[in-house]
Every structure is written in structure tokens, then in C-alpha cells.
């Protein structure tokens, strides 16, 4: 079964910048579209950066433009560069298969996150 470990949350200013990392347990990246979700307090969880195992990207208008998806396939790891942070990006991070079809018949458990909190 494929594991993910997010790292790289911690405290921000606004303005700030923070880059988030995700293992897998397995080499998915490159078959896999895989993103990184955010869950707000109180919110569902919502995919805001993917990547596709051709390198193509996409964003959620809310992160476009600050937010930069990339990944390194021989190390199995997935990344997440946040430019000029807002306080409406804190959430808990997590790093999973872009299509949740995908990760439900697949089985790819989520992991911890990680905490990214922006504020003065």
C-alpha cells in the first residue's frame, strides 16, 4: 500500500513563503496525477495543486500565481512552493492522487498533513 508523509508546515507571516514536501512509500508519481489538498477547520478537503505524470499543472484560482506543484519522481517525492501567503490558506496540507476515483479503487491512504498557519 502506498504511504504519503507531508512535512514542511510551520508558522508564517503573511507575505511569507513556505515549501511543503510529501514522500511516497511507492513510485506513483509517475503514473499518477497527484496533487496536494488543503482542509480548513470546519471544511471539506479541497485539491488546489496537481500535477500530472507528464508535468502538466493545474491550480485552484485561489493559489494561482503563489503556488508552484512540482515533483521529483527518483526521489518519490512531491512538492509545494507557497509564495505570498495569505491567512485564508491555513489548513492542514495533504498529498494524494488527483482523482479521488483513483484513490478509492487504488486504496492510497492519506497521511498526517502537515500545518501550515499564516499569521501576524
Known amino acids: 500500500q502506498v504511504q504519503f508523509v507531508e512535512s514542511g508546515g510551520g508558522l508564517v507571516q503573511p507575505g511569507g513563503s513556505l515549501r511543503l514536501s510529501c514522500a511516497a512509500s511507492?513510485?506513483?508519481?509517475?503514473?499518477?496525477?497527484v496533487g496536494w489538498y488543503l482542509q480548513a477547520p470546519g471544511k471539506e478537503r479541497e485539491l488546489v495543486a496537481a500535477?500530472?505524470?507528464?508535468?502538466?499543472?493545474n491550480y485552484a484560482d485561489s493559489v494561482k500565481g503563489r503556488f508552484t506543484v512540482s515533483r521529483d519522481n527518483a526521489k518519490n517525492t512531491l512538492y509545494l512552493q507557497m509564495n505570498s501567503l495569505k491567512p485564508e490558506d491555513t489548513a492542514v496540507y495533504y498529498c494524494?492522487?488527483?482523482?479521488?476515483?483513483?484513490?478509492?479503487?487504488?486504496?492510497?491512504?492519506w497521511g498526517q498533513g502537515t500545518q501550515v498557519t499564516v499569521s501576524s
Open positions: 494524494n492522487a488527483e482523482s479521488r476515483t483513483t484513490i478509492v479503487i487504488m486504496g492510497f491512504h
Open positions: 511507492g513510485s506513483i508519481f509517475s503514473i499518477y496525477a
Open positions: 500535477i500530472t505524470s507528464g508535468g502538466t499543472t
